[in-house]
Each structure stands twice: as C-alpha cells, then as structure tokens.
C-alpha cells in the first residue's frame, strides 16, 4: 500500500480548560475524502487544526507521506502543502478579495503594489477552482459560500495537495452546500486529500471515503463509510446508543392562551403575523434564514423598534418596549448567538444564572449571595450542568453547558413564555437530546414555549404544531401529524417539494455567482 | 483562618499585595537610617510613621478617584474628566463657602462637603448623559468634558487660587490622637472608600450590572438590564469620587484652584490598570485600585528616599506601570492554567 498522505502518530494537545486531543493516531489515504466526525468538542477540529499548522500539538509527531514535519504556523502547512478552509471568515475582511488572495506575496513593483497583476493572479486562482467572482470587492461583502470559494481559491492556488474543511458547511444553505460538495468532488478527482471535519451524517455518508470518529479527545474508530450505518456512526460518537423518544408534553391538552400577536408588523422584517400561544404547548416557527424568525421573538422581547399591531400577555394587550419589560411579563428568550447575546463571557456561570434576576435576589441592592448559589446550584443540578462548580469561568464550558446556563437563567426568572431560538446550535448530541427532554417537560408543567430552529427535525420533534414563516410573512401552520420535511420546506421556500430537490442539485460549484439572495435555508444540510 | 489565607493568596489582587510588599520592604532595607535629634533614637528613612503616613496621604486623593475610573472602565468605559471635575469641584467648594458666610465648623464642613460630592455628581451626571444621548464614546465625551469643566473652574476662580475656611482644613489635618505633625485622615477616608468600593462591586446589584455591562453590552441587553441607567451611574460613582477627593484635597492643602490635579486623570487611570482593570471592560477592582495607586506613589517615594535623580521620575513611573500590565496578564493566565487543571481534575473524577 501507498504512504498515507497524513499520518498522526500520538497527537496530544491540551488547552486551558480542557484535553482537547490525548495521544491521537490515524492516517489519512492520499487522494481520499476523510471525514473526522465527533460530537462539539470532541476534538476533530483541533486535530484538523493542527494539520493545517494552526495550532502545534503538545506531543506527537505528524507525518506527510512519510516524512515527519513541523508546522510553526499556517504558512509553514501551506508551503508544505496543506490548506484549510474554515467555517466563518477567516481572511481580512475590509480588503478585496483579490488582496487576500494575494496576501503574503502582492506583487510589487519597485516597492508599489502592481494592482492589475493582483487581479490578474487572482482572477486566475479562482478559475482554477471554477469560481467567477467580483475580485474588487471587500471581502467582509460577500456571503459565507464565497469567502469560503476564496479560501479553496487561496489554498489551491498556493499548491494545496491535501485541504482541511472545518465544518464548511455549518453557515450554508442547502444549495450552496451542494455547491460545495461538488467542488470538494471536483478536488478529490483530481487528486487533492480532502479532510472533512463535520459531525452531519449525510455529508459524512455522501461525501466521505473513510470516517475517523474522535470522542473526548481520544480517536475512537476509523471505518469505511460504505457499509457503516448511520446509527453506528452516531453510537461510536455518543458512546452509546441513541434513544428516539414521543415528547410527553402532548399527552395532556394545551392550557389557557398566555400569548397573542395580532398583525404584528416590524417595517422590512415581518409583516402582519398573528399566533397564539398556550400554557403548555410546544408551537415551532420555521422558516429560511432571514425570513424573519429571530426578528419576530425579538419584537416579542422588546428589542425590535416600530412594531406594530397587537400583542396579548394573559389576554391583556401590552406594549413590549424593552426586554425588562419583557422578563417582567413572563417572557424568557435564549438568543440565537449563545457566546454574543446569551453569556457575559467574562463572568462565571452563578453569574450568568441570576443575571436577570438579581433585584429579585436582593434586599435594597445588596445580593443576598447564600441564596443567590442556592438557587443556581439548584438549576445546575435539574439540567445536569457539568461544570467544576458555580465559580467556573462560563468560557470554560462547553457549548452544551453554556447554552444550560442560558435556560437555567430563565427557568430562575420563572418565564412562563419561553423562547428559543436556535435552542441547540453548537451543542453536542448528547446535551442536544438533553435540551430537547427538558423543553419537552418544561412544557409538560405549563410553560409556552416558541422554538425557533433550522433543524426541521428538531422541530417535528418536539412541537405540536408549526408555524411557517416565508419572506416575514407567516405562509402557514402545519399540525404536529402532517408535519414532515418535504412539506415545511417547500412552505418555507414557497415552491414544490420537487422543485425544491432539483434546484438543490443543479448549480454545481462556482459555475456562476451565487445570488444575490442571501437568504439560506434553514433546512442545514445533513441534518436530517 | 486558612481558608481566609488561600482566599488572599488565590484572589486577584494577590500579585499585587506582593508587589507592594517587595516595594516596601526592598525600601526599607536601602533607605539607610537617620538618628532623630529629639529623642536619639535610631530610624529608618523609609520605615518610619511620617514618611509611610506621608506617602498615603499622597497616595489616598488619587486612589479615591481611581476607584471612581475603576467602576467606568470596568462597565468598559473611560473617564479622562476626573482632574477637571477635582479642580471644579474643589474651586465651588472654596468659593461657595466663603460666601456663605461665616459659620458654626460642623455647618461648614458639611456645606463643603455637600458642595464638592454634589459638583461631582452633577459633572458625572452631565457625562453619562453625553454618553448615552448622543451615543459619542466615552474617551471623546470626557476628553470634552475634561477642557469645559476645567475651563468653567478657571472662569469661576478669575484663575485664583481660592483659600478655604479653617474648619475644613481642621477636618481634613485633624490629628485624631496621633499628633507629631501626622494626619491621617485622608489615608482613613481612603481605606473606607476603598471598602465601599469593594462592596459596591461585588456585593450589590448596580456592582454586578457594571461587570456584565462591560463584559458584554449585547448579553446585558438580553438578559433587560437597565443599559442606560448603569452607564450614567458609573460616570456618577466616577464624578462623586473626585468630588470626595477634591473636597479631602482641597481641605488638606488649604486652597483650591482651577489648576488643581492637573493631569490627575492619567495617574488614576494608571492606577485603576495597575490594580488590574482590563480596558475592554469586564475586569478590575477597588482593592486593585487602591493598591495600584499605592503602588506608584511607592515608587515616587522610592525615588526620593534613594536620593536618586528626581528627572528620572516619569520614566520610572512609565515603566512600572507597562511591567505592572505585564505581570498582572501573566498572573491571570496563570490562574486560567490553575483552573484548567482542576478543571480536567474534576472531570477525569467524574
């Protein structure tokens, strides 16, 4: 057999807080689509990091065909010939692309810049990948799909042979990552080692020659893609298996009506929306991205300016102007962006807890702090936080445990009216299966609770009903027994179910620009 | 008692109690000693009650402007005003007393007392406002603030140096038991702000909104904090505590005028980021403050009592300050490390 193209030999790599990587070994076969799977956290990103020279390993030794290197930084890895393609920018995005793809050797003339040779050297990287963008343009401009073109662009024109993609596709629509994974094709074709960092099943199945799964930093099993089932994969990531589960939350019939929105209208966000919503009820809002999900349930926190129409707390019209205005009715939003909006990231996790909460907690304005950590011990307990106590640096957590904070606090606050948006985005399987059994129950004792989610199945899941919002207006609600994927997405799109799957399979990568539409689709590709 | 201990040396300002103990002490040991001609004792020229109470008094009038700076810059601001609102607030004093109008000491003092804390707020106030109404920087407001509010003092004051009445001056040397020509007052009066300062931070609901203000203005919003309400009351607590000290600066020294704490502004910030406030925000204390407000009035001291070059001192002070940034980054990635380490401790346990 060949040398392998890469071959990790007792990979070690800590960083504060966590093992992220312990004595990792594996090789990657030259000219193949290796996915390195693993639940948030687990490692395969750091492993695909250390790769591409990002960060250096604490111990072990890293090979490409054969030969041992070491990588003092991505531009070592580039010359070496390895290129990575990150989820979210990862260039400078105030200067043109035709700058970033020329960064680190613009060609001068006589200390000048020679512009038109930027572009032309440019242009020339991103045909090599079939790509036909505006190279003038500030990178920070373009849609995600495209700065990461400019990325593939930068690696293979910088000789390239092996590529990293991490987790490419977490920011894409379902068309543009077809895109994608055409020209990630098109790589493999013509020799390129593609290292597929992603934890999506059909991505892994449909792309992948071979996967490795890494669980808690340690690599667990590599195995062919053909013949390994999906519950496999998702039980050698887990470590056990998993368990479907009927939200118990239906069997009791909805309560009272504690919300309703009547033509509620934010000027270019949503447009005449109406709703109800029970004690008790899970009620889903889908939609593409941009078709005014987040705006609706931040109108409904008081953060939207020039909302119009009706709003009903308990039957009695209110004016939401504030989210104080907002926790005081009842109302708990977990934001979309948990490290952003959610967490004060310099604070600790008890602080994070009863950050709403503190006038309720105190007396005059002093905290009474006995009762401040009974409460969130309390809560970090029932949703089963894993944290090295209350004091721990909420930044120290994981993605799972942080976002638990984020629920813990308006469990706290005693919302009746929750809403989620994007509850389990960044969270592991495990605390994702968590997350869903505890809105499932918070349901079941009473709570209305609006979730907001681009993973359909999520939203089948867990909801009795769904609402579906196209281009801000609400286009439908589909009841819990209708509700499948073909049948949302083609609401949620406004077109044919069919149509829907033909459009996803014709625009192969780069061939043209990719619309001007920056709309995506909810439906993440390989969730499902 | 041993926990109360591994609390001390765990906490943050833990480095930085060291510092100032390896100052003092390395102090103490070069200053050499002198015999005292009264008493023929022996003493130290450093380590002696009129040097070290010396050195707090200097120290305490810019510490207690540095816990003000150090509740904005936490909340992720910075006030370049704190000097001018001194000067303003020490030349209304002065001149407001005065025309009063002679009194009985216990009226005075709180008229004076009244004056500078409330010339203070009302400057702290006018600074949290321009912040939050027209949504300008904190650095451009107060680098604004800080020429209007020295120049409203200078006009005030026809740009004289205004003497204050004796009951004042009575307050702010007063003995207290100690005689021998030693104050302590200001020293006292720094300790208490201190504690309060202390308490405010991490005791209170306005303390804790300050933090996650400065940590994270997006996450606060989201958790319906009272945004605009925390960022005028923490340039109030800034503009109340250099009124506090220009009334104790103002009543030690005897006068006031509209040059007063020239340049004030930038020892108290140096202090608030000596004692460990990060200027992103989020970070810092009124422990760390006034420790770090000791910590370069040590220094200035030190220049003196070693007899060294007086022109070296601002290079001195400079450098101390870039080294005392340095340290206090290493000490909390240090921590950060400790923590990892406990961290995956427990987790392997669990």
């Known amino acids: ?528 | 008692m041993r926990t109360l201990a591994r609390r001390l040396l765990g906490s943050q300002e833990a480095g930085l109690v060291l510092v100032v103990a390896v100052v003092t002490v390395t102090l103490t040991l070069l200053a050499g000693s002198h015999v005292d001609r009264r008493t023929g004792e022996l003493i130290n020229n450093f380590w002696n009650s009129n040097t070290l109470i010396q050195t707090a008094t200097d120290a305490s009038f810019f510490a207690i402007m540095a816990i003000g700076a150090t509740v904005v810059i936490i909340a992720g601001g910075i006030d370049l005003s704190v000097g001018s609102i001194y000067a303003l607030a020490g030349v209304a004093m002065a001149l407001l007393v005065r025309a009063a109008g002679p009194m009985d000491p216990v009226t005075t003092v709180l008229l004076g007392l009244g004056i500078s804390a409330g010339v203070g707020l009302l400057c702290g106030l006018l600074n949290g406002a321009l912040v939050v109404g027209l949504g300008v920087h904190p650095f451009i407001v107060t680098l604004g603030t800080m020429w209007m509010l020295r120049g409203i003092a200078f006009v005030v004051s026809r740009a004289e140096s205004i003497l204050v009445p004796q009951p004042l001056t009575a307050v702010a040397k007063a003995p207290l038991g100690l005689g021998g020509g030693l104050y302590p007052v200001p020293m006292l009066v720094m300790l208490a702000v201190t504690m309060v300062g202390v308490l405010y931070l991490t005791r209170t609901v306005m303390g804790r909104h300050v933090f996650a203000f400065g940590g994270s203005l997006e996450a606060s919003r989201f958790a319906g904090l009272p945004l605009n309400r925390i960022q005028i009351g923490v340039f109030v607590v800034s503009g109340l505590t250099a009124g506090l000290a220009a009334f104790l600066g103002a009543s030690f020294y005897g006068s006031a005028s509209s040059g007063d704490a020239q340049g004030y502004e930038l020892y108290v910030i140096a202090a608030a980021v000596v004692g460990g406030a990060s200027l992103s925000g989020g970070k810092g204390s009124a422990l760390g403050a006034t420790l770090g407000a000791l910590l370069i009035v040590l220094i200035r001291q030190s220049i003196r009592t070693l007899h060294l070059d007086q022109n070296y001192e601002w290079i001195v002070i400079g450098c101390a300050i870039i080294v005392a940034v340095v340290v206090d980054q290493w000490s909390t990635r240090a921590a950060a490390r400790r923590f990892s380490r406990t961290a995956a401790l427990s987790k392997s346990a669990a």
């Open chain 1, 1 to 528: 057999m060949a040398e392998p193209a890469v071959r990790f030999e007792g990979i070690s790599k800590r960083f504060p807080g966590a093992l992220a990587l312990s004595d990792v070994s594996l090789a990657i076969e030259a000219g193949s689509c290796h996915a390195l799977c693993g639940e948030n956290g687990a490692g395969k990103s750091t492993l695909g990091k250390i790769l591409a020279g990002i960060h250096a390993p604490d111990a072990g030794r890293l090979f490409l065909r054969g030969r041992e290197v070491r990588f003092a930084g991505p531009r070592d890895a580039l010359a070496a010939g390895v290129g990575m393609v990150h989820q979210e920018l990862a260039f400078c995005g105030n200067i043109s692309v035709a700058e970033n793809l020329c960064l680190g050797a613009l060609p001068a003339r006589a200390g000048w810049v020679a512009w038109r040779e930027v572009e032309r050297r440019a242009i020339a990287m991103l045909e090599e990948i079939g790509a036909d963008l505006d190279v003038r343009r500030p990178l920070g401009e373009l849609t995600i799909a495209q700065q990461q073109l400019v990325q593939i662009a930068a690696a293979v024109g910088g000789g390239a042979r092996i590529i990293v993609f991490d987790e490419p596709t977490s920011s894409l629509s379902q068309v543009e990552a077809e895109r994608l994974y055409e020209l990630i094709r098109r790589l493999k074709r013509r020799g390129v080692t593609c290292i597929y960092v992603s934890h999506r099943m059909p991505e892994i199945f449909g792309l992948c020659d071979t996967v490795s799964v890494l669980r808690d930093g340690r690599h667990v099993a590599t195995r062919p893609t053909a013949g390994l089932s999906e519950a496999e994969l998702v039980g050698l990531m887990i470590g056990r298996p998993l368990a479907e589960y009927f939200p118990r939350h239906l069997e009791a019939a909805a309560g009272e009506e504690v919300l309703r929105v009547e033509h509620l209208s934010c000027p270019g966000k949503f447009e005449d929306v109406s709703f109800s919503l029970r004690a008790g009820e899970v009620v889903g809002l889908a939609g593409l991205v941009g078709a005014g999900r987040s705006e609706v349930a931040r109108a409904l926190f008081g953060l939207e300016r020039g909302v119009r129409g009706r709003i009903l707390v308990d039957g009695r019209p209110v004016r939401i102007a504030s989210p104080r205005h907002a926790i005081r009715l009842g109302i708990g939003l977990v934001p979309e962006d948990r490290k952003r909006q959610g967490l004060v990231l310099t604070e600790s996790g008890l602080h994070n807890t009863s950050l709403p909460i503190l006038r309720r907690l105190a007396r005059l304005a002093w905290i009474r702090r006995a009762r401040e950590r009974r409460l969130a011990a309390e809560y970090f307990q029932r949703l089963r936080v894993r944290a090295p106590g209350l004091d721990a640096p909420i930044a120290s957590l994981s993605g799972g445990n942080q976002q638990k904070i984020v629920l813990a606090r308006w469990l706290a606050a005693r919302s009746r009216i929750l809403i989620l948006d994007e509850p389990t985005r960044g969270v592991d399987v495990g605390a994702k299966a968590e997350i869903h059994a505890l809105v499932d129950q918070l349901a079941a004792q009473g709570t209305a609770v609006l979730l907001i989610s681009s993973e359909l199945p999520e939203i089948i899941a867990l909801s009795g009903r769904i609402l579906v919002l196209r281009a801000g207006r609400l286009v439908g609600e589909v009841p819990r027994a209708l509700a499948t994927q073909d049948r949302l997405l083609a609401l949620m799109a406004g077109v044919d179910a069919a149509v829907v799957a033909a459009e996803a399979g014709v625009g192969s990568a780069g061939d043209r620009d990719v619309p001007g539409d920056r709309r995506r689709t909810g439906n993440r590709a390989g969730d499902g």
